[in-house]
């Protein structure tokens, strides 16, 4: 195993099997539930290896989990992303927003460059499900009072190459690395009293299954405090009712998580 593994990207398949490990500890009482959640929480926030592996170090085979996880993803991953750069040509090179807007997204294939421009509208390329016809990709965009949004998927490289006069690009993504056998994608261009927001989203199916299965968790530990509160109820002779509009602070972060994911 080389040195740079606690730098690599962890895939949501890698995030599931901490998270296993972290509900077999708390059926088994090596953890309670405060500190369930704390560490729950912190495995679907993690985005290297290096940060899954900490959360079960002092768990039962949880210190394995993420160290032997590249030596079997790596190449699940390389072949999905080779399925996706196609060759030939792309769906379209080129979109103009003058007064108005456009989109990319979806199911299309990225040129090997494309092009788009933004007179006082907006515009969005949205490669969360795209093809590309090249494993490396450049998209230019000039805006002039406007702005264009580009998205990419987890695991995607991106280079920003691109200006601002009164307006900028948005850097925060230039240099992350990228899966093996990903794509590269390098976003330049002039923006003049406008922006360019480059941007790195969960593709929607992915980022809808997570949502549902945080809902099914925490919907199971409602029934389990449900069931936990009745029975001390009964042992007190008494019974405490459930306010099911009450907010605790379990509930924020959930509400909080799912606001920034979308």
């Not at 990207?9 to 959640?37: I, N, Y």
């Not at 990709?137 to 920003?160: D, K, L, Y």
């Not at 299965?213 to 002779?237: H, Q, T, V, Y």
Request: charged share 35%.
């Amino acid at each position: 195993m080389t040195d740079d593994v606690p730098e690599l990207r962890a895939s949501d398949a890698d995030r599931e099997r901490v998270a296993e490990v972290l509900r077999d500890a708390l059926a088994e009482g090596r953890l309670d539930m405060a500190e369930f959640e704390e560490r729950l929480d912190a495995t679907y926030r993690a985005r290297t290896y290096g940060e899954l592996t900490p959360i079960t170090r002092d768990l039962p085979t949880g210190a394995t989990v993420a160290s032997a996880a590249p030596r079997s993803e790596a190449p699940a991953r390389a072949e999905g992303w080779a399925s996706r750069i196609t060759g030939g040509e792309g769906s379209s090179s080129w979109a103009v927003a003058l007064l108005s807007g456009f989109q990319r997204r979806g199911r299309w294939t990225v040129p090997k460059r494309f092009t788009c421009y933004a007179l006082l509208g907006g515009g969005e390329v949205d490669l969360r499900d795209a093809n590309f016809a090249e494993r490396e990709v450049v998209i230019t965009c000039v805006t002039v009072m406007g702005g264009v949004n580009v998205i990419v998927p987890p695991g995607v490289e991106v280079s920003v190459n691109g200006f601002g006069v009164m307006g900028g690009f948005d850097q925060r993504e230039d240099g992350v690395a990228g899966d093996p056998g990903a794509p590269r994608v390098i976003v330049k261009g002039f923006a003049f009293w406008g922006g360019v927001g480059v941007v790195r989203k969960l593709p929607r199916a992915e980022k809808q299954r997570l949502k549902e299965e945080r809902r099914r968790e925490k919907a199971a530990r409602g029934d389990r405090d449900l069931e936990g509160g009745s029975g001390r109820g009964m042992l007190e002779g008494r019974g405490e009712r459930s306010d099911p509009f009450r907010k605790d602070g379990h509930g924020a972060r959930e509400t909080e998580r799912e606001r920034r994911e979308d």
